[in-house]
């Protein structure tokens, strides 16, 4: 059971890490909103396994902070290195505080 949800949740990640921006349609210049759509996509990714471990309140914690969190990342910071830098340290670091 635990293998199939692990499953089920890789196979979420990387439908929504590789797929952001056609969420919508394609704009000529990506807002705000795209990116934190991409940021809630991926962090949902794992909301099947929050049926196994029962962690609802940081699972709610993590979609919040990373919707916001890479939203405003690519928002605010100009250089690509850096901002591809700190989306994944927001995302990967969110589910290190998380246990998971």
Do not use: N, Q
């Amino acid at each position: 059971m635990f293998l199939l949800l692990l499953l089920s949740c890789f196979i979420l990640s990387w439908a929504a890490l590789s797929s952001y921006r056609y969420f919508l349609p394609k704009p000529k210049d990506y807002k705000w909103y795209h990116y934190s759509l991409h940021g809630f996509m991926v962090s949902f990714a794992i909301f099947p396994l929050m049926f196994f471990t029962g962690s609802w309140l940081w699972f709610g914690v993590r979609v919040g902070v990373c919707t916001i969190g890479v939203g405003a990342v690519s928002h605010f910071i100009d250089k690509d290195w850096l901002e591809e830098f700190l989306r994944g340290f927001i995302l990967v670091g969110s589910l290190i505080l998380m246990g998971v």
